[in-house]
């Protein structure tokens, strides 16, 4: 079955520094990852995803994602935090039954 | 000009009662699904439908029951509701098995 593990339920990072959060996922077929953002009271927001093909994946808001086949990882991230980015971001793997399998969520704090 | 529009945004309702939440999408999507997220984020698919048919029902009390009238619409119906049933509820919607899912804006439902 599928599974996605985010390490750190809380990441905090400095106004202008880079941002990491990682995500390793488990699939059982070739997998399509997700990254989502949650801003507080709102939906999730598609940032970015990996279906095929090239492995380094560009989103919106700057942020992008390298899908690592080797060490099951999908880790997000953006080289220079803005305050706007605080929020919760979720990874997902798609099984092939047509869900998404949601991690635990990390929630990204931003300090000026 | 919402994607994926839910009603209502908050619902305040005693136990026992018997609530609904709509959803809508204007995408021309296949597929539609209910999200669960709890206090503590976490995301679970609860339902998915294809073309008005119910495709995934995950481990789902017998008391929540979708109804599809049309792929555009998926609604979601609670019977004797319970304090445990307080959550958020997503519904989210999809081209295609696999592809990234568009989510509402959520439905947070209390129950007192």
């Known amino acids: 079955a599928q599974s996605v593990t985010q390490l750190g339920s809380h990441v905090s990072v400095s106004e202008g520094a880079l941002v990491l959060l990682r995500c390793n996922y488990s699939?059982?077929?070739?997998?399509?990852l997700f990254w989502y953002v949650q801003y507080p009271n709102q939906g999730l927001q598609l940032l970015l995803k990996?279906?095929?093909?090239?492995?380094l994946v560009k989103g919106i808001n700057g942020f992008e994602a390298e899908f690592k086949k080797s060490e099951t990882s999908f880790h997000l991230t953006k080289p220079s935090a803005h305050m706007s980015d605080a929020a919760e971001y979720f990874c997902?793997?798609?099984?092939?039954?047509?869900?998404?399998?949601f991690g635990t969520g990390t929630r990204l704090l931003v300090s000026p | 000009d919402t994607a994926v529009s839910q009603t209502p945004k908050y619902l305040v309702t005693q136990m026992g009662n018997d609530k609904s939440i709509k959803c809508e999408q204007n995408?021309?999507?296949?597929?539609m699904y209910w999200y669960k997220q709890d206090s503590k984020k976490f995301l679970k698919i609860m339902f998915s439908?294809?073309?008005?048919?119910?495709?995934i029902n995950e481990t789902v009390p017998n008391r929540f029951s979708p109804k599809s009238p049309d792929k555009a619409h998926l609604n979601l119906h609670i019977n004797s509701l319970e304090l445990g049933d307080s959550a958020v509820y997503f519904c989210?919607?999809?081209?295609?098995?696999?592809?990234?899912?568009?989510f509402g804006q959520g439905t947070r439902l209390t129950v007192v």
């Open positions: 699939s059982s077929v070739p997998p399509y």
């Open positions: 995408l021309g999507h296949d597929t």
């Open positions: 439908y294809n073309n008005k048919e119910l495709i």
């Open positions: 990996y279906t095929t093909g090239a492995t």
């Open positions: 989210a919607s999809s081209q295609v098995a696999q592809s990234e899912a568009f």
């Open positions: 997902a793997v798609s099984d092939p039954f047509q869900k998404l399998v």
